[in-house]
């Protein structure tokens, strides 16, 4: 028998495996786990090549797996503008905002006529209310365009050369499924835009090289993170994270969804379901709403506060019509792609359900595992739908946190209570992952399991104490339950003989630390199918 290469011993090892087991070391050759078990057993299995590393007591668990993450949004992000707002950024005010602008403008230096881009930005939590105009930025940013994305992600702020660009003039029409926000009292676009009148700009925008892309995996890495989604890929940042894995294995899984819109071009190519170099095309991502946060999550029953261009009776926005929807379920599954669909709202989830009842009533067989991306702000009986159609819900439990309290204004505390209802799920037999949405909200895996564990926000208002999970069931949501969703739970998610060595050295146990002190938990060591792709020292 081949000595492995890497022995970790001394530990209290989290396999996650079928019965829970605890172990005390485990043993890597060739990229794969190879033995698990007692300290004893498993050093004895050491040859005169074999790194054996004495963890004294420190926890290993499966390398986290990023159920929903967006790697080709937040790789260009590294050279941008942050504009987060506390407890993740600095950006109190408008000020706060134009000079973090001016300083990434001065260190890009763009040309004349090109972008000046910032991320992350949430008048909701800023302390001056954070209202922005096309008007503003055009005196802050004469020579150039400007684009601040939101903090969802699903809308922003441009200036008058990019309202020009889009067409948006004064008199325009909404595009269907968007939002063109106006100054108050008149037609004149103001500079604020959602959904459909955002997407298609800003998905075309962003671009990035391989050091941008590189230090993007870098810091998921960083934080545990081995198997990483790419939520909404074009065919274009299809074909070029392909190109950089092909000259060598990623140091961390990359898996895509195409955007639907370019669906076709996947399929055509034959590139669905395959992988090199550690990058996978996994599926196909339709948008059917918004965000609870930016108040364009689809709802059955209307907003406590009305639209974000003031509109009363606000049920959100279906971003995505009927009609594609379903051509775009039906055509995914008669070709075995996974569909992984981006619903917030429950009108969002039910006209995803609709859709996928109508590809089964036309004979076509789904894929299965059909994915319900965020299912947040749901009806408890919709989980009984999932159940029956085969879905799995991958949730969102750190909007408890970041946003729960801006969504107890928007929803009521109902609604707000049961937002991303992790317990009821695992109740009916679900096997709800959990995910960062990076940038929407941070990286951080222990920040996730906290959240599912604690549902505790800003102000400290537990949103649905009722839908707590156990600290266990918080980790399998970001392990082994993520891997079942990807389709990859035969070779990753837990710790057991066979299985990629995709492991993570924690400084502390979070089946055992006080709950508050789960978000705290550093990561040491990453290992990447044995080999280390991050170490804190």
């Not at 069931?473 to 990629?500: C, F, M, N, P, W």
């Amino acid at each position: 028998m081949t000595a492995p290469d890497l022995i970790l011993t001394n530990a209290t090892v989290l396999t996650v495996d079928g019965d829970d087991s605890t172990a005390e070391a485990v043993a890597v050759t060739d990229g794969l786990i190879t033995a698990v078990g007692s300290a004893s057993e498993v050093t004895a299995l050491a040859g005169p090549g074999t790194e054996v590393v004495d963890l004294a007591g420190r926890t290993v668990v499966p390398g986290f797996v990023d159920a929903h993450s967006h790697v080709s949004m937040g790789a260009p992000y590294v050279k941008h503008a942050d504009l987060q707002t506390p407890p993740v950024g600095g950006t109190r005010t408008v000020a706060d905002a134009l000079r973090r602008l001016h300083e990434a403008k001065d260190r890009n230096d763009p040309a004349p006529g090109e972008y000046v881009v910032g991320w992350g930005y949430f008048p909701d939590q800023m302390d001056d209310g954070g209202a922005l105009t096309a008007e503003q930025l055009d005196a802050e940013f004469p020579d150039h365009r400007v684009v601040i994305v939101h903090v969802s992600g699903h809308g922003g702020y441009v200036n008058g050369r990019v309202l020009d660009d889009l067409g948006y003039l004064p008199g325009c029409a909404d595009p269907h499924g968007g939002t063109v926000v106006r100054l108050p009292g008149t037609d004149v676009p103001s500079g604020e835009l959602w959904e459909q009148a955002w997407m298609p700009f800003v998905l075309n925008l962003l671009h990035y090289g391989r050091d941008e892309f590189d230090a993007m995996l870098a810091e998921y890495a960083r934080w545990g993170v081995t198997t990483v989604q790419d939520g909404a890929a074009t065919w274009a940042q299809i074909q070029q994270i392909r190109g950089y894995a092909s000259e060598g294995a990623l140091p961390v899984d990359v898996r895509s969804l195409v955007i639907y819109s370019d669906l076709d071009k996947v399929i055509d190519a034959g590139l669905a379901d395959t992988t090199v170099g550690g990058h996978t095309v996994q599926g196909v991502k339709l948008i059917l709403d918004g965000s609870p946060q930016g108040r364009t999550a689809h709802v059955t029953q209307e907003y406590e506060t009305g639209g974000p261009g003031g509109e009363a009776h606000w049920h959100g926005i279906a971003s995505t019509d009927v009609q594609t929807t379903n051509t775009v379920v039906a055509t995914a599954y008669q070709h075995d792609v996974q569909v992984f669909a981006h619903v917030n709202g429950d009108a969002a989830i039910d006209q995803l359900l609709d859709a996928h009842r109508a590809a089964k009533a036309a004979g076509i067989t789904p894929t299965g595992r059909t994915i319900a991306i965020h299912s947040q702000v749901m009806r408890l009986g919709q989980l009984d739908d999932y159940v029956a159609e085969g879905f799995e819900p991958s949730m969102f439990t750190i909007h408890t946190y970041l946003f729960g309290d801006i969504h107890v204004t928007n929803f009521g505390t109902e609604r707000a209570f049961g937002i991303s209802p992790m317990h009821s799920a695992l109740g009916k037999g679900l096997r709800p992952s959990n995910h960062s949405d990076y940038p929407i909200t941070p990286i951080n895996p222990l920040g996730l399991l906290w959240s599912s564990v604690a549902r505790t926000s800003l102000t400290g208002v537990v949103l649905g104490e009722g839908e707590r999970v156990t600290p266990l069931q918080g980790l399998r949501a970001l392990t082994i339950d993520a891997a079942y969703e990807h389709r990859t739970e035969h070779d990753r998610g837990s710790i057991e003989v066979g299985k990629l060595a995709d492991l993570v050295v924690l400084d502390r146990n979070p089946l055992e630390v006080p709950t508050d002190e789960i978000r705290d938990i550093a990561v040491e060591r990453t290992i990447k199918r044995g080999v280390t792709v991050y170490a804190a020292r």
